[in-house]
């Protein structure tokens, strides 16, 4: 018996930053992901996005039953000057992040 061959995809996510004197704006790139399958934590100098997906597909026919199960994972980090982290706002459309961090 020959054992299947397991092959681990890597997808680079982009991440682009500005900064000015008022705040720090990121956007991250992660079309793969929903809304629900993101988390965050924001302190004062740092921000942290964390996302996982899990999927369970399967198929039962006549002679026939396939199980596939996958997980996505995606984990960002950065430190930054002292923002605060209770007026941090955050929007995802379209597979993008968008994070406003104000400075203090």
Same mark, same amino acid.
């Given at each position: *018996?020959?054992?299947? @061959?397991? !092959? *681990? @995809?890597?997808? #680079?996510?982009s991440v682009n930053t500005q900064k000015s004197l008022k705040d720090i704006e $990121? &956007? $991250?790139? $992660?079309? &793969? =992901?929903?809304k629900k399958d993101l988390?965050? #934590? /924001?302190?004062?100098?740092?921000?942290?996005? !964390?996302?996982?997906? &899990?999927?369970?597909? @399967?198929?039962n026919k !006549?002679? =026939?039953? @396939? #199980? &596939? !199960?996958?997980?996505?994972? /995606?984990?960002y980090s950065v430190k930054v000057p002292t923002i605060n982290p209770l007026k941090v706002k955050t929007d995802f459309q379209d597979g993008v992040l968008k994070i406003v961090a104000p400075r203090i």
């Amino acid at each position: *018996m020959q054992g299947g @061959k397991n !092959k *681990m @995809k890597t997808k #680079e996510n982009s991440v682009n930053t500005q900064k000015s004197l008022k705040d720090i704006e $990121l &956007e $991250l790139d $992660l079309p &793969e =992901f929903s809304k629900k399958d993101l988390d965050f #934590e /924001f302190t004062r100098n740092s921000i942290v996005v !964390k996302a996982n997906k &899990e999927s369970d597909q @399967k198929i039962n026919k !006549k002679n =026939f039953f @396939k #199980e &596939e !199960k996958s997980s996505k994972s /995606f984990f960002y980090s950065v430190k930054v000057p002292t923002i605060n982290p209770l007026k941090v706002k955050t929007d995802f459309q379209d597979g993008v992040l968008k994070i406003v961090a104000p400075r203090i």
